[in-house]
């Protein structure tokens, strides 16, 4: 059984930091995709960033240049660094993966339980 493990959310001031982790446990399978999206309290989910398996990256526009998405393939891991947060990224976080979850299965999105990030003073 595959699952998504997120971790490092929290309260900030504007213009704080956070760096939010997702690892990826289980065995005998295989990410391709991984990323973060959010949702706000009303709002619908949303993207925020994607990397490939080969280290290719998508943002979001609101977060371009503030937020930073890497991987850690060794450790089936996904991370996001959140630099100068605004009020309007508070959201819950949720991370993704393309998995595959045994040899030669197709690839699954799988999700993990969200992390809250509030910023506030």
């Known amino acids: 059984q595959v699952q998504l493990v997120e971790s490092g959310g929290g309260l900030v001031q504007p213009g704080g930091s956070l760096r939010l982790s997702c690892a990826a446990s289980g065995s005998g399978f295989s990410t391709g995709a991984m990323g973060w999206y959010r949702q706000a309290p009303g709002k619908e989910r949303e993207l925020v960033a994607t990397?490939?398996?080969?280290?290719?990256?998508n943002y979001a526009d609101s977060v371009k240049g503030r937020f930073t998405i890497s991987r850690d393939n060794a450790k089936k891991s996904v991370y996001l660094q959140m630099n100068s947060l605004k009020p309007e990224d508070t959201a819950v976080y949720y991370c993704?993966?393309?998995?595959?979850?045994?040899?030669?299965?197709?690839?699954?999105?799988?999700w993990g339980q969200g992390t809250q990030v509030t910023v506030s003073s």
């Open positions: 990397i490939g398996d080969g280290g290719s990256t």
């Open positions: 993704s993966a393309n998995v595959s979850p045994y040899l030669g299965s197709d690839y699954y999105t799988y």
